[in-house]
Antibody
Framework: EVQLVESGGGLVQPGGSLRLSCATS????????MSWVRQAPGKGLQWVAN????????YYLDSVKGRFTISRDNAKNSLYLEMNSLRAEDTAVYYC????????????????WGQGTMVTVSA | DIVMTQSPDSLAVSLGERATISCRSS????????????LAWYQQKPGQPPKLLAY???TRESGVPDRFSGGGSGTDFTLTISSLQAEDVAVYYC?????????FGQGTKVEIK
């Protein structure tokens, strides 16, 4: 069964840091571009970051550039999101999501989603 | 950024009746070289992650019931549920993957009348 399981969320003060992890199973991670997508409480979906299959290229939402870093370890079947200088507006459920191979090169929609991990930025 | 606008924000439909959701993009999502529209649809039930329903505007994801159908081209798209079932109560989102950043509509909540 294809599965994504996020962890690492929690309560953090403004300006603080957090590292999210996404454990994958049921497919070969190295074959897929991967993403993080977030959803603020009661709000819609917002793409955050992408990373290519070999980790060579990374893309970010403008509002998180310079603060968030996406990475992956294909040998460990894991995806990560390092979040620094956190702001109240980063409060959201963060989903790990897979981009299917049928997506056009460099483009992203999402066929498999994890259950999400909640990040709360508050004093 | 491409802005995605869905309408209505919510709708209530009787069981067995048709539900139609509209999605409009601020620029065309049609890539003329391959004649494909770079638009996806998702369903999100309360407390669950989104689920992919369709991509290329009209290609249904494997396992999705055929009462769900996507259509449209360019800047105007629709998701139709031909005969609403109780399990279809959810929020539905469109998403463009034509240009980064990949953006979603604000969502349409579908309820039973």
């Amino acid at each position: 069964e294809v599965q994504l399981v996020e962890s690492g969320g929690g309560l953090v003060q403004p300006g603080g840091s957090l590292r999210l992890s996404c454990a994958t199973s049921g497919f070969t991670l190295s074959n897929y571009l991967m993403s993080w997508v977030r959803q603020a409480p009661g709000k819609g979906l917002q793409w955050v970051a992408n990373i290519k299959q070999d980790g060579s290229d990374k893309y970010y939402l403008d509002s998180v550039k310079g603060r968030f870093t996406i990475s992956r370890d294909n040998a460990k079947n894991s995806l990560y999101l390092e979040m620094n200088s956190l702001r109240a507006e980063d409060t959201a459920v963060y989903y790990c999501a897979r981009v299917p191979g049928i997506a056009a090169a460099g483009r992203s929609f999402f066929d498999i989603w994890g259950q999400g991990t909640m990040v709360t930025v508050s004093a | 950024d491409i802005v995605m606008t869905q309408s209505p924000d919510s709708l209530a439909v009787s069981l067995g009746e048709r539900a139609t959701i509209s999605c409009r993009s601020s620029q065309s999502l049609l890539y003329t070289s391959n004649n494909k529209n770079y638009l996806a649809w998702y369903q999100q039930k309360p407390g669950q992650p989104p689920k992919l329903l369709a991509y290329w505007a009209a290609t249904r994801e494997s396992g999705v019931p055929d009462r769900f159908s996507g259509g449209g081209s360019g800047t105007d798209f629709t998701l139709t549920i031909s005969s609403l079932q109780a399990e279809d109560v959810a929020v539905y989102y469109c998403q463009q993957y034509y240009n980064p950043p990949w953006t979603f509509g604000q969502g349409t909540k579908v309820e039973i009348k």
